[in-house]
């Protein structure tokens, strides 16, 4: 599995942007990239894949380059319901979802 | 309806108990996992069944037990508690080759299971 890298926190205020990037230099050719959203006691919720280029979905954005190496994840303006951690996956599709430490997103008023 | 619902919430217990899990999904997926999350909260897979089928086992101890009675169900019994099995364990599910996302799995609420 391509070993992800992405920042442990970040902090923003309501009606931003947030962008996470997540770094997967051993990515394969084979490897979607997936992200999920976890809220304190709840389980793991998908928000968005993609394999190149851009996806648009009505949660987020996700911007992979060509050489995908990396990948960012776009909130548009989050709100204080959007404070979670957020989960970068890259893997193929063989059922095993490998999670990282993910980045916990702080939402200020 | 919830899509993934798991029983009990918080489980409580001494080490050397005999505890089982329980979880059911309402989507008919045809695939199910249970996962481990840790007090770092890592999430790392343990098991995972297809059409009652064990598919993935990873380097999980003997003490832990899946059962799959039908699709919709699987069920974690856990041998001989101990103190390192305390954390949160999440059930879920996947259909595959439905023309969604690959990837894509609809997790339970959680169980926290505290040894004492």
């Known amino acids: 599995l391509a070993k992800t890298t992405q920042p442990i926190s970040m902090d923003s205020y309501e009606g931003q942007e947030v962008n996470i990037t997540c770094s997967h230099n051993?990515?394969?050719?084979?490897?979607?990239i997936t992200w999920y959203q976890q809220f304190p006691s709840q389980g793991p919720r998908f928000i968005i894949q993609?394999?190149?280029t851009k996806v648009t979905n009505e949660v987020a954005s996700l911007f992979i380059p060509a050489d995908r190496k990396s990948s960012t994840l776009s909130l548009p303006r989050v709100s204080l319901s959007d404070t979670a951690v957020y989960y970068c996956?890259?893997?193929?599709?063989?059922?095993?979802?490998?999670f990282g430490a993910g980045t916990t997103v702080t939402v200020r008023a | 309806d919830t899509a993934v619902s798991q029983t009990p919430k918080y489980l409580v217990t001494q080490m050397g108990n005999d505890k089982s899990i329980k979880c059911e999904q309402n989507?008919?997926?045809?695939?199910m996992y249970w996962y481990k999350q840790d007090s770092k909260k890592f999430l790392k897979i343990m098991f995972s069944y297809n059409n009652k089928e064990l598919i993935i086992n990873e380097t999980v101890p003997n003490r832990f037990s899946p059962k799959s009675p039908d699709k919709a169900h699987l069920n974690l019994h856990i041998n001989s508690l101990e103190l390192g099995d305390s954390a949160v364990y999440f059930c879920?599910?996947?259909?595959?080759?439905?023309?969604?996302?690959?990837?894509?799995?609809?997790f339970g609420p959680g169980t926290r299971l505290t040894v004492l």
């Open positions: 996956l890259v893997g193929p599709n063989d059922y095993k979802l490998s």
């Open positions: 051993n990515i394969a050719t084979n490897d979607y």
């Open positions: 879920a599910s996947s259909q595959e080759g439905d023309g969604r996302y690959y990837n894509e799995q609809f």
């Open positions: 989507l008919g997926h045809d695939t």
């Open positions: 993609g394999y190149k």
